[in-house]
């Protein structure tokens, strides 16, 4: 069975940083583009960063670029997502996600497993 799982969430104020792992069992994601996204409360998911099966290509949404750096060990079958600079508005839960295809993902649909999330929240 296919898990990921995702820890680092927690309160932090404006300003400040968290750092998110996500953590894959069931089967090796050495050769897979992962990625992370955010749903706000009322909100649609969107994409946030991703990178391909080596590390040597990512993309990342506008709002967060500069801020955070998306980072894999394929060693540990891990992703992590370094937030700096957080803003009230990168409040969400945020969900790793794993796909087939190698290259990095920006869309929701074209990711194939998932973890549950983890809630970030910034107080201003």
């Known amino acids: 069975q296919v898990q990921l799982v995702e820890s680092g969430g927690g309160l932090v104020q404006a300003g400040g940083s968290l750092r998110l792992s996500c953590v894959a069992s069931g089967r090796t994601f050495s050769y897979n583009g992962m990625g992370w996204f955010r749903q706000a409360p009322e909100k649609e998911r969107e994409f946030v960063a991703g990178i391909n099966w080596n590390g040597g290509s990512t993309d990342y949404a506008n709002s967060v670029k500069g801020r955070f750096t998306i980072s894999r060990d394929n060693a540990k079958n891990s992703v992590y997502l370094e937030m700096n600079s957080l803003k009230p508005e990168d409040t969400a839960v945020y969900s790793c996600?794993?796909?087939?295809?190698?290259?990095?993902?920006?869309?929701?649909?074209?990711?194939?497993?998932w973890g549950q999330g983890t809630q970030v929240t910034v107080s201003s």
């Open positions: 996600a794993a796909r087939l295809a190698a290259n990095v993902g920006r869309r929701g649909y074209e990711y194939d497993y």
